[in-house]
């Protein structure tokens, strides 16, 4: 009777697992999805480069102009959860991703799944880039080829048990991955729709200003209503109609600064925030337009 | 009656008194350096968006406070100013003190260039602007903390 109950107990644990691993195992799209999408159309490819800021993580710190396009990884990124070190994703067949299929480079963006299919880290905003069209990342991977190779090989990440296991990942992505809409807002305009898509996909502008629970995700009910600075002292400000600080900007302001780096009363942008001006500047006067519409509907929160 | 108007006037002295300190303390002063070098450059902006009609006295008055104010800027920084009175310098002023006043330096350098050659458009205004702003972003980037 007492081996009986064991027995069942084992065959209880042994499915509950088998449960757990299966709900939350990695899940790349099937194959399929990434056929037929033709021939890159790179210049798209470049402004989703710029828009998703790429290379203020991937390039080299402190490297400026040309170099920015040098994508050889390597830079650490502090959070609760240990030090990340962000890989290189230049077109090196060793060190980069030139072995890499279009297929591969999609699941990773908008899966989190990596080649040998693991679990990746969401400090690489997949869930937000998990919105982002398959023509989209196409283009991005078409343009991505086109730029300079780097052999640098970054450090593994440091990250203290049990965050360095990846399995647990599962159970992250079972509780926050999505690539629903963050919030309602009026997407029959489809210059807030643009706005929707570039801020809470490419931009992955919720990663900074949205605060996070416990657990690393977003507190759903904050969206854009600001958080501690993930690298220290200070705050990332609230830029929801309900911010103090950007609440009485216009929509025009709100181009102005994305263009120009200056605040509507002159001072100008700091901190991180200087480099994602940098890279949205280079989007169309259009977008810009589109991601303050959509800032503009979004709820107020205070 | 007379006690508590004595009184009244001693509170009201060691209120004056109170404002004239702060004002001197270091932090005032650099926020108030800034105060100005952002109301030029919000004149200067004006003129390159065409919202004001461009006037060389203006715009040589505004590169001459920008001048200046980065000049005495990294002056305001002594130990003992590292907080209070809402600062929003960050303590890595003072660590890397060096390459802080470096980049007030390459402002007032940039900005006296531009001085020598004054802009003599709306369109030579927008240009400066420009490499004026990215001299106060790249030190806002490490050094400025928003709270």
Redesign the interface.
């Given at each position: 009777m007492r081996i009986r109950n064991l027995a069942l107990a084992a065959v209880f644990f042994g499915a509950a697992a088998a449960a757990a691993w299966f709900v939350t195992r990695p899940e790349p799209f099937a194959a399929s999805h990434w056929e037929g999408l033709g021939a890159p159309d790179l210049a798209n490819g470049e402004q989703i480069f710029w828009a998703g800021g790429c290379t203020s993580c991937h390039a080299a710190a402190k490297s400026e102009g040309e170099a920015r396009l040098v994508l050889s990884g390597g830079l650490p990124l502090n959070s609760p959860f240990g030090t990340f070190h962000v890989p290189n994703i230049s077109p090196d067949e060793t060190a980069g991703l030139g072995e890499w299929s279009l297929a591969e480079f999609g699941n990773a963006m908008t899966r989190g799944v990596g080649r040998n299919g693991e679990h990746l880290y969401p400090s690489f905003p997949y869930g937000s880039y998990a919105r982002l069209t398959s023509k989209d990342i196409n283009d991005l991977w078409g343009f991505m080829q086109t730029l300079p190779k780097s052999a640098n090989v970054a450090p593994p990440h440091e990250l203290p048990f049990p965050f360095n296991i990846r399995l647990l990942l599962g159970g992250w992505k079972l509780l926050f991955l999505t690539d629903q809409s963050r919030v309602t807002v009026d997407t029959s305009d489809p210059k807030i729709a643009r706005g929707q898509y570039l801020v809470e996909g490419p931009g992955h502008c919720g990663e900074c200003h949205t605060p996070r629970n416990a657990l690393g995700g977003f507190e759903t009910n904050l969206w854009l209503a600001g958080a501690p600075n993930p690298e220290g002292e200070g705050r990332i400000p609230n830029i929801t109609p309900g911010s103090r600080s950007i609440s009485g900007w216009s929509e025009s302001d709100i181009v102005g600064y994305l263009q120009t780096g200056f605040t509507p009363d002159f001072d100008t942008v700091g901190g991180s925030m200087v480099e994602v001006q940098q890279n949205l500047a280079k989007l169309p006067a259009a977008d810009l337009q589109a991601i303050a519409a959509y800032l503009k509907a979004v709820p107020a929160r205070e | 009656m007379k006690s508590k108007a004595v009184f009244l006037a001693i509170a009201l002295a060691g209120l004056v008194a109170g404002a004239v300190t702060a004002a001197d303390e270091p932090q005032a002063v650099r926020q108030e350096l800034m105060k100005k070098i952002?109301?030029s450059?919000?004149a200067l902006?004006a003129i390159a968006k065409g919202e004001k009609p461009y006037d060389a006295a203006v715009v040589t008055a505004s590169l001459q406070t920008i001048s200046e104010n980065s000049k005495a800027f990294p002056d305001q920084f002594p130990a003992g100013s590292e907080t209070g009175l809402e600062t929003e310098a960050?303590?890595k002023i003072w660590e890397n003190m060096d390459d802080f006043r470096a980049k007030s330096v390459k402002l007032a350098t940039d900005v006296d260039a531009v001085l020598a050659q004054l802009p003599a458009d709306q369109a030579a205004v927008g240009a400066a602007?420009?490499v004026i702003?990215?001299d106060?972003?790249?030190c806002?980037?490490n050094y400025?903390?928003?709270?």
């Open positions: - | 952002g109301a450059t919000g902006a960050s303590p602007l420009g702003g990215k106060c972003a790249s806002h980037e400025r903390i928003k709270k």
